[in-house]
């Protein structure tokens, strides 16, 4: 896959101005992405064998092999990284939302 067919599947996905795009449709795009793009060959059992200890450790090597990559798949890995962060961000600005309404009904 290259930038272009992502952009493609982006906007048939979730509209040209991304209009369409809602958390919980966001999370099902980004899953579908790592079954059929990132991981398309990993099918079944996965075994990890990761040498990091904590999540700083994880993030700081994807970005040093992100650096690494021709620069159509670091595109890509890094737009879906920034999609799934703020569309996380959105979902947990929306719970907080809800919290604060839960809240007042068990105040009253």
């Known amino acids: 896959m290259d930038a272009k067919e992502l952009r493609r599947l982006v906007i048939k996905e979730f509209g040209k101005g991304l209009e369409h795009a809602t958390p919980a449709n966001v999370r099902d795009f980004l899953d579908r992405m790592q079954l059929d793009v990132i991981s398309p060959g990993a099918r079944g059992r996965?075994?990890?064998?990761?040498k990091a200890s904590s999540?700083?450790?994880?993030?700081?090597?994807?970005?040093?092999?992100?650096?690494?990559?021709?620069?159509?798949?670091?595109?890509?890995?890094?737009?879906?990284?920034?999609?799934?962060?703020?569309?996380?961000a959105i979902e947990l600005q929306h719970e907080d939302k809800l919290m604060s309404l839960f809240r007042e009904f068990e105040e009253s």
């Open 55 to 88: 999540y700083e450790e994880i993030i700081k090597d994807f970005f040093v092999r992100v650096l690494e990559l021709p620069k159509d798949e670091a595109i890509i890995l890094l737009w879906l990284l920034a999609f799934d962060l703020s569309f996380s």
């Open 46 to 50: 996965i075994i990890l064998e990761e």
